[in-house]
Each structure stands twice: as structure tokens, then as C-alpha cells.
């Protein structure tokens, strides 16, 4: 059995602590890890959300909601990247009605029994929603004991790599929270002027917000490779100046967009220039670059 382990991911606040293992079929996020070996008799159902499957555990007095199943075509990087982005929900709500945490839209839902199932992009908002729209795709699935047989799974290592952060010359562990007064203080990162109140973790990297609208960065760093050094200087009438380097993998960057928009196509949430410009793009700068590198050695 292949597993891997995200309870060390550089951001356990917004990846639920999971297993993901290889089946012969696909592969499998688990939220309730060894969910098969915890219960007597259960029946399992497959939902279809995109391209991927929610597995619930039908119980005598509940029903859980245990695992996502992904493609093999996936790699474990674009896995974890989108575990990352999306967040998952079923059946979460209180009095306000239905919810997801964590989150900035709903990407897609659906209900099951009369339960909605969803698939949100990830933000910093308890999002609640309207269930009225969905589609009830109880009648499509046929409901079946299942017996999952896991002796031909095999334990995968993804932990993913955490960036290296340095402030003021010290490393640390964990994205620092810095506040900042737009009255007085300055921010500069890599060269540019960052208007924002505060920085602080997106993803496990750096983030800058603004107070007004926290639910996504108004500017962020993406890449975990090389190390990220903050120097923060302070005046004597107590303004700040915040200044953030990081020394990116230009190659690295721009491949990993190329992914994000590619699975952005797929999912049809890309618009023609965005894929024409992103995807088709030659980069002549980056093969300047490289072609510099070479002649130097």
C-alpha cells in the first residue's frame, strides 16, 4: 500500500490532516484514514464531483463523508496543488443553513439524499449557501455493500516542501503575521510597492491582504524552492519598512502555472486568452537565461 502523510504540509490550517494512497484504479485522499477496517457494515457510495469522487460511508445512524478520489493521470504534486486551492464539504450547517469554511465561491455541488456535497475554492470566508439549484443524483447511484480492498494500495511520500523563511536574520518555522499602518509604514517585495495591511500565510507561504477584503491576497509568493528573507527596519516615530526578497525559479514558476491553467481548461474555467497567452507563450527571457547559464560553465 502506497500512502502519503499531509499531517507534516507546510499548511496543515487549510489541508484537513489525511492519507493519500495508490489503488489499482485511482488514488484516494482519506480523511478518515483505514475508514474500510473502523466499521462492521457500512455501504459505500462514489458521488462524481468534476472528474473526482466523494466516498460516503452509509451508517446505521449517519452517514460520513471519508475520502476524494482522484485520476491516475494525476501526479502527487498536482494533487496535493489542488488540495490545496479547493477546499471539500457535506452537509455542514447550523442554523444560518448550509456552509463551507475556508472558502471564496462554490465551484460545484450537488445533493445526495437531500445532503449537498460541494467543492469550493479555497478564501478565508465561512461561506453559506443556497441548495435550490443543485441536482439530485440520488437516483443515478445504485447503493451496494462495499469491500475495499487495500492490500494492493501502496503508501505514498509527498510531504510537501516547506519554504524557508528568514526574518530580520533568524530563520522561522511558520509565516510570520505583520501588521502594517498604510499611514506610515512601506512594504517591498521583490522590487515592488505592496499596498496591504497586513502579510501573513497563504498556503503556507507569504501573503499580503487588505483588512477590506481578506479573502484572497492581494498579492502572494508561490514559490517553495528557495528561501524568502524578510528584513523589517523601524524608525524612531515607529514607522516600519518591510522588505521582502525571495531568489525565484523563474522555470519552476512558470511551469507550475502552466499546470494550473491547463487543469483550468479542463474544468472549463479559462477564458481563450488566458490559456493563448500562458499556455502558447515561448518565454524568450527565460531561454536568454538558461542559455547564459550554459555559457558560463
Do not use: W
Request: proline share 3%; with cysteine; net charge negative.
Amino acid at each position: 500500500m502506497e500512502m502519503i502523510d499531509f499531517s507534516s504540509v507546510k499548511n496543515q490550517h487549510s489541508i484537513k490532516k489525511g492519507i493519500l494512497r495508490r489503488l489499482p484504479d485511482c488514488y484516494e485522499y482519506c480523511f478518515l484514514p483505514d475508514y474500510e477496517l473502523k466499521y462492521d457494515s457500512f455501504q459505500s457510495q462514489s458521488i462524481q464531483m468534476l472528474e473526482f469522487f466523494f466516498t460516503l460511508l452509509e451508517l446505521k445512524n449517519k452517514t460520513l463523508f471519508v475520502s476524494v478520489q482522484f485520476p491516475l493521470h494525476y501526479d502527487t504534486d498536482r494533487i496535493q496543488e489542488f488540495l490545496e486551492y479547493y477546499t471539500f464539504s457535506y452537509d455542514e450547517n447550523d442554523e444560518k443553513g448550509y456552509y463551507v469554511k475556508n472558502t471564496l465561491e462554490i465551484v460545484e455541488g450537488k445533493l445526495f439524499k437531500g445532503k449537498p456535497l460541494v467543492i469550493g475554492r479555497r478564501g478565508r470566508k465561512k461561506l453559506y449557501y443556497d441548495v435550490s439549484d443543485f441536482i439530485e443524483v440520488t437516483a443515478q447511484y445504485n447503493q451496494y455493500h462495499q469491500i475495499v480492498n487495500t492490500g494492493q494500495a501502496e503508501i505514498v511520500d509527498m510531504v510537501k516542501k516547506k519554504p524557508v523563511i528568514i526574518l530580520n536574520g533568524r530563520r522561522i518555522d511558520t509565516v510570520p503575521r505583520i501588521d502594517f499602518d498604510l499611514s506610515k509604514d512601506l512594504i517591498l517585495s521583490n522590487g515592488q510597492f505592496i499596498v496591504a495591511d497586513y502579510l501573513d500565510d497563504y498556503c503556507g507561504n507569504i501573503g499580503f491582504y487588505s483588512a477590506s477584503d481578506p479573502a484572497i491576497p492581494v498579492s502572494y509568493y508561490l514559490d517553495n524552492d528557495t528561501p524568502v528573507y524578510i528584513q523589517i527596519d523601524e524608525g524612531a516615530d515607529g514607522s516600519k519598512i518591510c522588505v521582502v526578497k525571495q531568489k525565484y525559479h523563474l522555470d519552476h514558476l512558470i511551469d507550475k502555472e502552466r499546470n494550473r491553467i491547463s487543469q483550468a481548461r479542463e474544468d472549463g474555467d479559462l477564458d481563450d486568452c488566458d490559456k493563448d497567452d500562458v499556455l502558447g507563450r515561448e518565454y524568450p527571457m527565460l531561454e536568454k537565461i538558461r542559455n547564459r547559464k550554459g555559457q558560463q560553465r
